[in-house]
């Protein structure tokens, strides 16, 4: 993939980004498949299912490393998938995850972590079995900001009176 493409696909995501980034209840399928539609040759996957959601976008496909005859090559493709995570990741211009995000790609060792939102999201080499492709991925799971979330739900607490007190009017 050259740069320019990737950078282009990258910026398509970040439109992504920010527009989940506005989405602070888990949505529906259909609310999830219209904030993810409409990002041109992208490949995604939206999933919603039972208190979680997230959108998989495929941003560099680079082939099956054990169909390379030549060991300097099939290494070469993965030297090429990590050297895609930063600048995707710098291009999506987001903050770092904190400690309680989600990372839905935990298993994938090269990888960068982000927030947007109530959306944790990974930028990952992914490759699911060593017959499988090589892709370069950007996973978005709906969780990241959970106790921020619930503080919002919870509002203002009141206080509870005088220490050592039952309330405020209670003898």
Avoid: K
């Amino acid at each position: 993939m050259r740069d320019e493409d990737l950078i282009a696909a990258a910026d398509r995501v970040a439109v992504l980004a920010h527009r989940l980034a506005e989405v602070i209840d888990l949505p529906t399928v259909e609310q999830l498949r219209q904030v993810a539609a409409g990002f041109g040759d992208l490949e995604a996957w939206v999933h919603v299912e039972r208190g979680t959601a997230s959108v998989r976008v495929v941003l560099a496909e680079l082939g099956c490393p054990r169909d390379i005859d030549d060991d300097l090559a099939r290494d070469q493709v993965y030297i090429d998938a990590e050297a895609m995570l930063d600048p995707v990741a710098n291009r999506l211009d987001l903050p770092p995850a904190d400690d309680l995000a989600i990372d839905a790609l935990i298993y994938h060792p090269h990888r960068v972590r982000l927030r947007a939102g109530h959306w944790a999201v990974t930028v990952a080499v992914v490759q699911d079995d060593t017959d499988l492709p090589v892709f370069v991925e950007v996973d978005f799971s709906y969780g990241s900001d959970l106790p921020g979330r619930l503080a919002q739900l919870a509002g203002p607490v009141e206080p509870a009176g005088p220490a050592g007190g039952l309330g405020p009017g209670v003898l």
